[in-house]
């Protein structure tokens, strides 16, 4: 069984300072893990992506997650933060193992910047 | 990277019609899709899984005779939202796979809001 968990539901920062959005998962398997990010009113945009290659996964945009097996993270980082940045941002769990690929969101951090 | 389209952008409807809203995958060809629904601040919730040529697969709790869903081809999929009821408005979202690929990366199409009255 798979699940995902987005630990906080808002987290707000100033601009040019530090994100981290955190999220643990459950899988059974060798997971592929996803953020997304979805600005209001606006579809989902894919940020990055883990496939059981490099544990540093670089993203766009600047953001970059690192997938750590031991404590069952996926914390998607930011060095500096920018004010078009604010949006909810979605950890993704999916596995490779079966054909029907399923695919579990976690529940969304809503990301705030200050000026 | 890959396009998905979804048409309408929004509808709004009367209760009682019947809405269907399509998924078109625009530069590759998509052997699963997925259709999504999103209530407002909220996170996706899986409602079924689209495998061309197949019947969907619909998750625990989605009326499979209320979101009538057909993926009749490798690029384009149908959610039909029947007898449409206010408690049906909702932000519907659809993904794909892209075929023969080796990671299940999904691209996500913007979005279809649907308002019933």
């Known amino acids: 069984a798979q699940s995902v968990t987005q630990l906080d539901s808002h987290v707000s920062v100033s601009e040019g300072t530090p994100v981290l959005l955190r999220c643990n998962y459950s899988?059974?398997?060798?997971?592929?893990l996803f953020w997304y990010v979805q600005h209001p009113n606006k579809g989902l945009q894919l940020l990055l992506k883990?496939?059981?290659?490099?544990?540093l996964v670089k993203g766009i945009n600047g953001f970059e997650a690192e997938f750590k097996k031991s404590e069952t993270s996926f914390h998607l980082t930011k060095p500096s933060a920018h004010m078009s940045d604010a949006a909810e941002y979605f950890c993704?769990?999916?596995?490779?193992?079966?054909?029907?690929?399923?695919?579990?969101f976690g529940s969304g951090t809503r990301l705030s910047i200050r000026p | 990277g890959a396009v998905v389209s979804q048409h309408p952008s929004w509808v709004i409807c009367k209760s009682g019609t019947s809405v269907k809203i399509e998924c078109r995958s625009l530069d590759f060809q998509a052997t699963t899709m997925f259709w999504y629904r999103q209530f407002p601040k909220q996170s996706l919730m899986l409602m079924a899984t689209?495998?061309?040529?197949?019947?969907?697969?619909?998750e625990q709790g989605v009326e499979k005779d209320k979101f009538l869903i057909n993926h009749a081809s490798l690029t384009l999929s149908t959610l039909t939202v029947t007898s449409a009821h206010p408690e049906d408005s909702s932000f519907y979202i659809c993904?794909?796979?892209?075929?023969?690929?080796?990671?299940?990366?999904?691209?996500f199409g913007p979005g279809t809001r649907l308002t019933v009255l």
């Open positions: 883990y496939t059981s290659a490099a544990t």
């Open positions: 993704v769990v999916s596995d490779l193992v079966s054909s029907a690929s399923k695919i579990i």
């Open positions: 993904s794909a796979i892209s075929r023969g690929g080796l990671t299940d990366t999904q691209y």
């Open positions: 899988s059974s398997y060798s997971p592929s």
């Open positions: 689209s495998n061309e040529g197949s019947k969907a697969t619909y």
